[in-house]
């Protein structure tokens, strides 16, 4: 396990070693909770940044974030999954990049706490992935 910071708290994420080093994770206007969770609100948009540094190099690499609900493995709607729309690529073995993007919580997603796991892909390899708790209210 790797510690990050997560807008001035330390949480501690999963991080699986596939193939790069996740340095900071930044979501704008999240509060936490007694649980390190980061409060997000139905229907609000946030800024989120990952800064990391890949063990590869290349471009076509897609991103898809998901959830466990009820059981099942839930992707998250409407995400744009081509990551060199958010970052610069192709990106370089070594150098740290920034993957940077809005999300918009749908209103129609339901209550509660969610570890939200995040995967990047190159030529369906995976090759970065990283967890972190976001709480729905």
């Known amino acids: 396990l790797n510690y990050i910071q997560l807008n001035q708290r330390i949480f501690q994420l999963k991080i699986k070693d596939l193939g790069c080093v996740v340095h900071e994770v930044t979501v704008d206007k999240c509060a936490v909770d007694d649980n ?10 946030y800024f989120m940044n990952m800064n990391f540094t890949p063990d590869f190099e290349g471009d076509e690499i897609e991103v898809t974030a998901f959830t466990r609900i009820m059981g099942r493995d839930a992707e ?3 995400m744009d999954k081509n990551a ?4 610069t690529c192709p990106i370089e073995n070594g150098k740290s990049i920034n993957y940077s993007f809005n999300v918009l919580v749908a209103k129609t997603k339901p209550t509660g706490t969610f570890n939200v796991q995040w995967r990047m892909k190159q030529r369906g390899v995976n090759r970065c992935c990283f967890e972190n708790k976001f709480k729905l209210m």
């Open 76 to 78: 998250f709607e409407g």
């Open 84 to 87: 060199c729309n958010y970052m």
């Open 36 to 45: 390190d969770a980061c409060k997000l609100k139905r229907g609000t948009k």
